[in-house]
């Protein structure tokens, strides 16, 4: 299957970005399809450039979009449509096996028998 996602460029600590059509089974730091364009988030405002025409071409061909390009897209004008939140599973807090001390020695001074 063919994606449309950002490929890292750029020097350490400050990375920008390329927008490339990769096959999303190989390296996307290998060769890529197609160079669509660039993403510089550490610009104020952040700078994307984008061939708008190739972008639609690829999506119509059946490419898929990673989420954070998707929204990138949607942002710049480039695609029309909702943006899509991106869902990390989180983790339940494991109960722990027994309650803490504190409320043991309450429970131990409720069951003693009065004297």
């Not at 460029?9 to 197609?34: I, N, T």
């Amino acid at each position: 299957m063919v994606a449309i996602r950002l490929s890292r460029v750029g020097k350490k600590g400050h990375a920008s970005f390329r927008f490339v059509v990769s096959d999303k089974r190989k390296d996307m730091y290998g060769p890529a399809l197609e160079i669509l364009g660039w993403y510089d988030p550490h610009m104020k405002p952040t700078k994307i450039e984008v061939k708008a025409d190739r972008v639609q071409y690829w999506l119509s061909k059946g490419a898929q979009s990673s989420a954070t390009v998707h929204n990138l897209l949607v942002g710049a004008g480039v695609i029309k449509g909702e943006k899509v939140v991106k869902a990390h599973a989180k983790k339940e807090p494991q109960p722990k096996a027994g309650p803490p001390p504190a409320e043991k020695a309450e429970e131990k001074k409720a069951d003693a028998p009065a004297s």
